[in-house]
């Protein structure tokens, strides 16, 4: 029988309510609030209370799995499994596309020649062929992507970010769930409190003199001063829980505010943010890649980053990366591909390697996922089109098998030809992973027990 976590006694809302459009500018910021001290970004206090669809009590407090954390890869747009992961060398010219192929050190195996460093340590993940989504939409693919449903008009659903954060909690003062430099509208909270949201960058880990904004203290207050003001406002905010009619929310925003202090306080923490002590030898191991237009590709340093923010405690980690001319290539995939795939070629293979050497890869989960794959053939204008019915994801790490290809597509790439894969499951086993039971139900509005996700099983076959 299913488990029921109760997670809102009662229904504070008359029916199902969305997350009010805010900016997604949800980093911190210390200043003044009504003279007293600490703005957790006015985005989250504001988002908290006048957004959040029925704020939950708190953590559920999980046991921790094999895996202790996740970093997610987003290649948005629906990158080319024929191009990547799973291209068909022997397939005529119109199929198999304008790439030659490298190979890897699974035998008998190839990628595509823009992963040949990821071909080099082909060892130590698991490539999954057979993945099968519902639908070719950008919107609704990366949707379910992210939370394991469809979209519905009547309730939005959390992202696995946030059903991590909600699940464990912040780890050694840091945010449990950090999107590098953001993460799009579909890794929302959905019915959870807003609380469990990303904690956002805003910025590009590339730029020079890049730093996380708004995480130190101003120059003009000390500790000693920033003490103060925190006992300050926690004298206001038990004055105001006593007269406002709906404390669960000013609860959640004092969550905001508490995540806050411990950030700004803590200096091991703030170090996890920044690359200033990151060696040469680093970058050279992620390396360093520029665009057709002379700027920085982004993923060597920002999946460095999330390197450093896993070690230092962050349980949740999502990489946004949208090579040169992002994915979505339905004219010119040779030059789009060739000139954005390298650079996470690049940068991939280091951070599994850094990963290795470090003894993080067994308790760090790495998954590289794309909403949807392309068509088979190549149109008209040297593109591929949007494709549902069959494409590739990777997972490493965590408990994962090493060195394996996982299910298989026919001659084409154009179906499933040996043990599909759905969405659902590929998110089934990654929470598994974590000690996350993914049948377990949360209460959405309404008192409608949810599953976590819903009819996705563990892919036995990638367990280690």
Known sequence: MKQHHDIEKKDTCPGPRYLTSFGRRSFIQVGFLGGLGLSLSDVFATRARAGAIQPATGILNFP????????????????AHQESWDPKPEAPIEYRGPFGVAKTKIPGVVFSENLSRTAQVADKITVVRSVTGHIPDHAQATYLMFTGYLPSPALLHPSMGSIVSHSFGPKNNMPPYVGLPNVPSQAGTGYLSSKFGAFELGSDPALKNFKVRDISLPKDINAERFERRQSARAAVEDHFRTIESNPAELDAMGDFYNQAYKLISSPAARKAFSLDDEPDAMTKLYGEYKRPNGQPFSISRQLMLARRLVESGVRFVTVQFSGSEGWDNHTRIKEAVGNGLPAFDHAFAGLITDLDQRGLLDSTIVT????FGR????????????????FSQVIAGGGITR????????STASEPEHDPVQVED??????TQLGIDPTIRLMAPGNRPIDIVRGGSVVQGIVA
């Open 64 to 79: 921790e799995g094999k895996a202790k954390s996740v970093i997610q890869i987003i290649l948005p747009g629906g990158l």
């Open 375 to 390: 068509t088979p053939k190549i149109n008209e204008n040297g593109g591929r089109d949007h494709w549902a019915r069959v």
């Open 426 to 431: 590929f998110l089934a086993t990654v929470y």
């Open 403 to 410: 060195g394996q290809i996982y299910g298989s597509t026919n």
């Open 368 to 371: 590289v996922t794309s909403e």
